[in-house]
């Protein structure tokens, strides 16, 4: 096929659209096709990498269950979902940082009161977490919801473990009068995405490294204001810089402060070393 059949097959494809009735539907198809089809072109895809394309998907298709999502962690991997918040939730400066959401987030976790104890005998070293939840004035939001989770010290989520869900390290914590969170969890560890997948087979194949930085995640959320999906990421970890989903931001890192055994910020004795880290956040208003 020359270059001219090329381009005028791709014409073809797109000029069938012109039937599509949803406009969104059409201006979306209409990139992808182009995009698709100029990579064709670009890299002079062979047959056998086509198909090997196409048996890559269905084992990504065929990998996915009700707990894993390997299209997520694919995407993840390929930055396409730190993209797509971008695109949607850019980041402003002096308003809390959005990132991914990541494939281990569980819906309708209980309230705890303020000051729990979200340990849920995890293994890992005692953190004890506070911070302010203000608007963009600095302005103190009350009852503004944490919704929170978090892998254990060795880098594993409740949601990996065998047998049935047994929910460890989330909850849901509201600020008091002053926009002011304290609770205690476990300092999360530095932990690889699931390679035990395709996802993960094509990592190596790139040669990259499935590390994340260690990482608390959260949704952020108050009436009239912006909800914010974000993780707060520790600050010394060695990936901090380099996420294997791209969703670490400095912005976002906590600066996890060691202690010896002694009173802990809630007045309790700890007999081992602890940690405490501080993190604001400000929410912004919603139109
Ligand atoms: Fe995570």
Redesign the pocket.
């Known amino acids: 096929m020359s270059n001219a059949a090329e381009i005028a097959l791709t014409q073809t494809v797109l000029s069938r659209l012109g039937e599509c009735g949803d406009p969104r539907l059409k201006t979306v198809m209409t990139s992808l096709i182009t995009h698709l089809h100029d990579f064709v072109r670009d890299v002079r895809l062979t047959d056998q990498e086509w198909m090997q394309a196409i048996q890559f998907l269905t084992e990504v298709g065929k990998t996915c269950t009700p707990q894993r999502q390997e299209f997520i962690l694919l995407s993840d991997t390929l930055g396409i979902s730190t993209l797509v918040l971008e695109v949607n939730h850019p980041s402003v400066e002096g308003s809390l940082e959005a990132t991914v959401l ?1 494939p ?1 987030y569980v819906e309708g976790v209980a309230e705890r009161p303020l000051g729990a104890d979200l340990t849920d005998g995890m293994e890992g070293e005692p953190t004890f977490y506070s911070g302010r939840v203000s608007d963009t004035e600095g302005r103190p939001i009350a009852e503004a919801v944490l919704d929170i989770w ?2 254990d010290g060795i880098g594993a ?1 409740d949601v990996q473990r065998a047998g049935p869900f047994v929910s460890a390290g989330r909850a849901k914590i509201k600020t008091d009068a002053d926009g002011r969170y304290w609770f205690r969890s476990i300092k999360p560890a530095d932990y690889p995405v699931p390679t035990d997948g395709p996802a993960g087979a094509l990592l190596r194949l790139l040669g990259r490294e499935a590390n ?1 930085p260690g ?1 608390l ?1 959260l949704i952020v959320s108050a009436p009239n204001h912006e909800e914010v999906v974000t ?1 707060l990421f520790v600050a010394d970890s060695v990936y901090l810089n380099r996420d294997a989903v791209f969703g670490a931001k400095d912005a976002l890192a906590g600066r996890f402060a060691r202690h010896a055994p002694g009173v802990a910020p809630t007045g309790e004795m700890m007999t081992q070393p602890f940690y405490t880290v501080e993190f604001d956040m400000r929410l912004r208003r919603s139109a």
């Open positions: 990541g281990f978090s892998s989520y994340r990482h995640h993780q």
